[in-house]
């Protein structure tokens, strides 16, 4: 089945520090990938996607780059805030019949000043 | 102008109630889906519905009963509730065109069951 892997957390950066968040992807086929974010008290909001290799899925100075060869999509941020502090979802989905957007276990961000 | 609204955001219970949590989606997407998120922020889907028909139903207990009356509402209805039924439940919604692939959240009901 598919299934999505995250780095374990919890992380904790100071501000402007660089952030790299590893995830990567078992699946049959390819799918759409997706970085989610969850603020606290908070929904999930979709932060970037991609939807075939090489793509590259950028918003808010967060990047992620769809890599087929080593199934990742491995998110980054050159300089983080305090206000990234978040917790954030790796995701995978198929544009089936039977779409289902399958999770990462998610990875709680904290940014100290 | 919310996408995705559930009711109610809190909803604490004794053990053994019946509850509901409500879903409603403005987006006039086809595909609905309810996931529950556990104390450690595990993200698990539970249903999805695609044009009112059940198209996924992961191994949960049958006390667990979604309703959708139309394309725009699925709603959760549980009964018998149990301490592990606690955690945080989002609805969701998604277009079924090829191509669009986004799944939109709602805000999460916190159910507390004591």
């Known amino acids: 089945g598919n299934s999505v892997t995250q780095m374990e957390g919890p992380v904790t950066l100071s501000e402007e520090a660089f952030l790299t968040i590893n995830c990567t992807y078992t699946?049959?086929?390819?799918?759409?990938l997706f970085w989610y974010v969850q603020y606290p008290g908070e929904g999930l909001q979709l932060l970037l996607k991609a939807t075939k290799a090489d793509d590259k899925g950028s918003n808010k100075g967060f990047e992620a780059t769809y890599r087929k060869e080593t199934t990742s999509f491995h998110l980054e941020k050159g300089s983080v805030q305090v206000s990234d502090s978040a917790v954030y979802f790796c995701a995978l989905i198929f544009s089936g019949s039977a779409r289902q957007l399958t999770f990462g276990s998610g990875t709680q961000l904290t940014v100290l000043p | 102008d919310t996408a995705v609204s559930q009711t109610p955001k809190y909803l604490v219970t004794q053990m053994g109630n019946d509850k509901s949590i409500k879903c409603e989606q403005n987006l006039g997407h086809d595909t609905m889906y309810w996931y529950k998120q556990d104390s450690k922020k595990f993200l698990k889907i539970m249903f999805s519905?695609?044009?009112?028909?059940?198209?996924i139903n992961e191994t949960v207990p049958n006390r667990f009963s979604p309703k959708s009356p139309d394309k725009a509402h699925l709603n959760l209805h549980i009964n018998s509730l149990e301490l592990g039924d606690s955690a945080v439940y989002f609805c969701?919604?998604?277009?079924?065109?090829?191509?669009?692939?986004?799944?939109?959240f709602g805000q999460g009901t916190r159910l507390t069951v004591v």
């Open positions: 969701a919604s998604s277009p079924h065109r090829r191509g669009e692939t986004e799944a939109f």
């Open positions: 699946a049959t086929g390819y799918p759409s």
């Open positions: 519905y695609n044009n009112k028909e059940l198209i």
